[in-house]
Every structure is written in C-alpha cells, then in structure tokens.
C-alpha cells in the first residue's frame, strides 16, 4: 500500500513525457528498446500460428498464472523458461503439426512467459512520467508484428530461430525487475549505457542479468 501511494504522489510530481520526447531522450533510449524487444518477443514466437492451426478449444487454452508466482520466482526467469520450452515444443510441432501433446506445450509455456511478462516488465522499466508513452510503443510493436501468413507447418522453423534470439536477448539484456525500485532500475541502464555519461553520477550496483556480477 505504500508502495502504492509513492507511486502516486512520483505521478503528481513528474512530467508526462510524450511519445517523440520518448524518441529524443537517450535516458528512455536503452530501456524503450528492450520494452519494444519484449513485446517482439511476445508476438513473433508463435502463438498465433498454434492459435490458427488449432480449433477454438486451443485458442482457449492457456495455464493461469497467479500473481503471486511471478513475485515469487520473478520476471525474468519466467520469461526465459517460456522463451525455451516454447523453442522447443515449436520443434516438436515442425515435425508433427498433429501433436497435441506440442500444442498444449507450447500455449502453457507461452502463459508462463512471453504472454503476461512484457506487459510486468514494460511498467517497471519507466518512472510514472514516461511510462503511458512507453506502454503505448510497446504495444504498437507488439501488434504491428501480428503479420503472420499461413504457409504450413515450416513456419515453426522461423519461431524457432526467433525464439532463440528473444532467449538470447532476455539473458543478456533484460534486468530482474522483481523486487527493485525504478531508481535502482533506471541506474543500471545508465551504468550499462557506458559510464562516461557526465550528466550522470554513479549509479548503484546493478543486477545484471546473470547474477550479481557488476562487470557484465
């Protein structure tokens, strides 16, 4: 709750920054891009391909995901869980489109990462100021990526390339949000940014994506 109210009080006090002021800034620069990169990772790792060779039973299905699991475990591994079993089980439906087992695979794997996380993460990467705009570039790339054509079951090796990538991208490049304050975020993608910005003071120790490791 006072959390909450921090929250509303920083809304009061900060600018709303629009979608060019956005653009312009290199302080929102890093962090619009890995909003965007999410959200890209969300609509090209296939979803929808499973949902349009599957009848309305499994555009329906999906594994819920309380709250409280992605506090527990956090953002980013669930992310990565969901990136390589969707890999994987977009494998298993390249070889066999009538799979169902791959099917149910895919979508609950989907449900675990790349379906609710973007949306968490895309929040938390921008102070109250920026984050409507933001939000909004997140989601145009999100739904400007729904492009797919229907040209059989070999589309899958396309996702599993994609998918890989967005795997390789979250490990290296998307922060641990759980737990951490915008301040604290926003500092690591300062330091990351190289550390010879002069408007900038030291940052705090960042968590990197693997581990605690302030080198990488």
Known sequence: MQEMKEESQQMMREKTVTIPELFRSAAYRQPLFVAVMLQLSQQLSGINAVFYYSTGIFERAGVSQPLFVVERVGRRPLH????????????????????????????????????????????????????????????LSNWSANFLQLCGPYVFIIFIVLLLGFFTFTYFKVPETKGRTFDEISAGFRQSAGHGADKYSAPEEFNTLRGDDPDL
């Open 80 to 139: 990565l869980v969901g990136l390589m079993g969707m890999a994987v089980s977009a494998v298993f439906l390249t070889v066999a489109m009538a799979f169902i087992a791959a099917i149910f695979s895919f979508v609950a794997f989907f449900e675990i990462g790349p379906g609710p996380i973007p949306w968490f993460i895309v929040a938390e990467l921008f102070s109250q100021g920026p984050r409507p705009s933001a939000i909004a570039v997140a989601g």
